[in-house]
């Protein structure tokens, strides 16, 4: 005679949780809105390119869409449309207390699901800020191909720092996307003022952290990254804020999915 099932460890659980969540997202409109966000600038780019636009202007569009559009709205919007998918959505349409009455652990739950968001962005946005640099020609003297890889390294370290954030207030809050939107407009307010106060920023931290690839021929190309009065922190302390931002948000959502009632609306609590 056989003994109880055992439940699925932790380990298993995240890995099912992920793959089953990356194929759910291929199949989402969260996946057609975050390839429409990496696709943009790139489609922006080559339209430029086409109007027959000098090759310093095609370079001062590069820069202004590598930061306005790439970090601050397709890294960052690809964040909250993935990060604001669970746990509420899931609560409403009553899938969620499949999950949460199973004989697994909930963070290990949450755990899986924002493995696949991490895998899908890191999928998609490095690859965008690449192909970003390939829709521009530049002048034959500026480096721009070292700029582009700066861009996608940055990319791998701050995009899993919005992702935390936004599933921490997802996790927090059933009204996660509007204040993911009111943070990611306070943030490039904030970057703007320049000082300390712009060092709290993420963008604080990308522009740092593209700063060094960026030679005085290019300089005056790549204003919107490199102002004036722009102080770039050390490349450490860039790496190091971003990656403790991802560690500690992500933690406090995972203690928060694992004490939350979440009560869909039409639904019983989870």
């Known amino acids: 005679m056989s003994g109880p099932v055992r439940p699925p460890g932790a380990a298993k659980t995240v890995l099912e ?11 989402g409109k969260r996946w057609m809105i975050a390839a429409a966000l990496v696709l ?45 998918a669970f746990p509420w959505p899931e609560a409403d349409d009553a899938s969620l207390t499949w999950w949460f009455t199973s004989p697994v652990k909930r963070w290990a739950v949450a755990l899986g699901r924002f493995a696949a968001a991490l895998v899908t962005g890191l999928v ?11 829709a521009v020609v530049g002048r034959p003297t500026s480096d721009l191909g070292a700029v582009a890889r700066s861009a996608a390294l940055a990319t791998v370290v701050v995009y899993p720092a919005y992702l935390a954030v936004f599933s921490l207030v997802s996790a927090w809050t059933r009204r996660a996307l509007v204040i993911g ?38 300089g005056r190309a790549a204003w919107s990254i490199v102002s004036r009065d722009f102080e770039a922190s050390a490349a450490s302390t860039s790496v190091t804020a971003l990656v403790a931002t991802t560690v500690i948000a992500l933690a406090l959502s995972l203690v928060l999915v694992t004490r939350g009632e979440y009560r869909g609306k039409t639904s019983q609590a989870a």
């Open 40 to 84: 943009l600038p790139t489609v922006i780019a080559l339209i430029v390119r086409a109007s027959d636009v000098s090759p310093f202007r095609q370079e001062r569009v590069f820069f202004g869409l590598l930061i306005n559009l790439h970090f601050k709205l397709a890294v960052a919007g690809t964040a909250l449309a993935f990060a604001t």
């Open 17 to 27: 949780t992920a793959a089953f969540t990356l194929l759910r997202t291929a199949r």
């Open 124 to 134: 998609l946005l490095p690859c965008a800020a690449l192909l970003l640099k390939s």
């Open 181 to 218: 939107l009111v943070f990611v407009v306070l943030e490039n307010f904030l970057v703007a003022l320049q000082g300390n106060v712009a060092r709290l920023t993420m963008i604080h931290h990308v522009k740092s952290l593209l700063a060094p690839s960026i030679t005085p021929d290019i």
